[in-house]
């Protein structure tokens, strides 16, 4: 019993490590919804003159879309909202990147979205034959 007690105790502490003092954080809405789909990507940002980007991305295997923000360092805004329009139907990998000054990756976060493909859209497409 005090086995697992301590490796509760070990985990549960390392998770609290992990999480605090995070370079960069996302939430990512909604995690699931019907296409096409808006899905909004806010990015929390811990301030330092290393960052120079923001990359993110959503990429599904079939369709990709991506965008790039420039940061000023320790003076960026520490919350920034990303919105990707549109989405047609997939599972996402919704992933941000934070970039220093010659690209390199200081930290990176991702997120899954499911996409469910249009309400009716077989259906629809049956009756004009």
Not at 69 to 83: H, N, S, V, W, Y
């Amino acid at each position: 019993m005090k086995i697992h007690l301590f490796a509760w105790g070990f985990l549960f502490s390392a998770a609290l490590t992990v999480t605090a003092g995070e370079p960069l954080t996302i939430a990512v809405s909604p995690l699931q919804s019907f296409a096409p789909t808006n899905v909004i990507v806010r990015v929390h940002v811990s301030p330092d003159d290393a960052n120079r980007a923001l990359e993110i991305t959503a990429d599904s295997g079939d369709y990709y879309r991506s965008s790039r923000m420039q940061l000023d360092g320790k003076d960026a805004p520490r919350t920034i909202t990303f919105e990707h329009r549109s989405l047609p139907g997939g599972d996402y990998d919704v992933r941000v990147v934070l970039l220093d000054s010659i690209g390199h990756a200081r930290a990176v976060a991702h997120q899954q979205v499911h996409v469910l493909p249009a309400a009716g859209g077989d259906q629809h497409d049956a009756t004009r034959e």
